[in-house]
């Protein structure tokens, strides 16, 4: 048996931001710990662990040595209603604070459930957007591990633009910069990158976050070094800390309920974005599956939101799911030739996996440069041509809606016979076989095998920085 056999296992704590595309790739990594032999606690709160409790069910029926954890979320106190959990249930910005500074109230129940354990936590891990976990570490005496959702090469833009101010006298909009610092010729813009925070009134927050990035003992991201080497690199250097590539997560679940039960996230469309899609769609003569996630029943979306006809005319090639589908197993479908992504990295890495080409369709964060990611490096993907962001809070006027001609034309361009879809598809599939390789064998395997070693080897300490 070799030295992490014989090892005690460690207890890693995680901690996701409350929401759901955050919570998702967390619980991914949850299985990832227990599986290679870790204990695992994931904390949550009451409402946020009902969003998954079917997840919660599963690791429960098959042993896996998860300890769900909810812990009461003081909302009242912060001005929240109760039951107000979740970020993705939210819009305005001073909720979205109100519900940081709940988050932080945490610290002290946290701290005294941890001491009560008889397995004491070995380390944690957390979403950045959770800076005050960094204080609960270090109170602990334990490494406080900082979970960042980005690939390495989004990762390494946001801290050179953060790093270097690069905004600091740019005016908003899509003026683009050279970044400094980077590997290669990049131009960014203002409009187009990762905000972290950047609206009046999270300035304490944001500096937080920033402050608990440059503490934090390393970075764990759910990517792989095979599929952004250069990056990785480039990153690990400039923060000058381990970054722990240990992605694609999701690939250690093979039990196939535990993939469909991945997320529970529902959003509402508005009525011009998903007639465009409809005709584009229709346009294109090519066989789809369309999931709309939405708010409303099943019914009141059939008689609001489709173009009189589009079903009876696209039935035979066409499938709609009207609320949550599991992207994962759609995907992993053997007639899936293609998919259309907001270019969030859950989604783009699940692709990614899948050996799809992809259609990038951006709408905010740090979604535009995982979209210079796919087309320019990897080379698998093709714009729809979206040039402006699109978030939450965002009035329908605002909104610069893609037309249904350019559906088409990407719909068909994608999926058709020319030499450049050929390329893209036959890179696609060399993604998938390294995504594969690399959780089963490969770096990122070896990369969770010497994060727990790591863990073990540093034991209860109170030198944390």
Not at 64 to 89: H, Y
Request: hydrophobic share 40%; with cysteine.
């Amino acid at each position: 048996m070799n030295s992490l056999d014989d090892a005690p296992k460690p207890h890693f704590v995680l901690i996701p931001f409350m929401a759901q595309g955050h919570t998702i790739p967390m619980i991914d990594m949850a299985h990832l710990l227990a599986k290679h032999g870790a204990m695992v606690s994931f904390i949550t709160t009451p409402v946020n662990a009902a969003r998954i409790q079917s997840t919660i069910d599963r690791a429960r029926e098959l042993n896996i040595p998860i300890r769900f954890v909810p812990l009461r979320l003081p909302c009242a106190e912060v001005g929240l209603l109760d039951g107000c959990e979740n970020v993705d249930e939210i819009l305005e910005k001073d909720q979205v604070m109100k519900m940081t500074d709940a988050y932080g109230m945490l610290h002290k129940p946290l701290v005294l459930y941890l001491q009560e354990q008889s397995v004491p936590p070995s380390c944690i891990v957390s979403d950045l957007c959770q800076p005050w976990t960094g204080d609960v570490a270090r109170e602990l005496g334990i490494p406080r591990l900082m979970f960042n959702g980005f690939c390495a090469f989004a990762s390494l833009c946001r801290y050179l633009i953060h790093q270097d101010k690069v905004f600091e006298n740019v005016p908003d909009g899509d003026e683009l910069v050279i970044l400094p610092g980077f590997p290669h010729h990049l131009e960014v813009s203002k409009a187009r990158s990762p905000g972290n925070f950047n609206s009046p009134g999270f300035e304490k927050f944001r500096a937080k976050i920033l402050d608990e990035e440059r503490r934090a003992d390393s970075v764990v991201t759910n990517s792989f070094y095979e599929l952004e080497p250069l990056y990785v690199d480039s990153y690990q250097k400039m923060i000058g800390k381990r970054v722990w590539t240990i992605g694609p997560m999701f690939l250690c679940n093979t039990d196939r309920s535990t993939i469909a039960d991945r997320g529970a996230k529902r959003h509402q469309l508005i009525k011009s974005i998903l007639e465009e899609i409809a005709l584009g769609l229709e346009a294109s003569k090519r066989p789809f599956l369309w999931v709309i996630k939405s708010d409303n029943m099943p019914s009141e979306t059939d008689k609001l939101f489709l173009p009189e006809g589009f079903e009876e005319r696209t039935r035979g090639r066409g499938l709609i799911i009207q609320g949550w589908a599991p992207q994962a197993l759609i995907l992993s479908h053997p007639s899936v030739g293609g998919f259309v992504t907001h270019c969030g990295w859950n989604s783009k890495i699940e692709g990614v996996s899948a050996g799809l080409p992809m259609i990038t369709w951006p709408h905010c964060a740090e979604q535009f440069l995982n979209e210079e990611l796919i087309m320019n490096a990897l080379k698998v993907g093709l714009a729809v041509g979206v040039q402006s962001i699109t978030n939450r809070t965002m009035k329908a006027h605002e909104i610069s809606v893609v037309k249904r001609d350019q559906i088409e034309r990407a719909v068909v361009e994608l999926m058709g016979d020319e030499t450049g879809a050929e390329e893209r598809r036959a890179r696609a599939k060399e993604l998938k076989e390294k995504a594969r390789k690399a959780i089963d064998e490969g770096s990122s395997y070896n990369n969770v095998r010497q994060l727990i070693e790591y863990i073990s080897s540093r034991g209860t300490r109170t030198d944390v920085q």
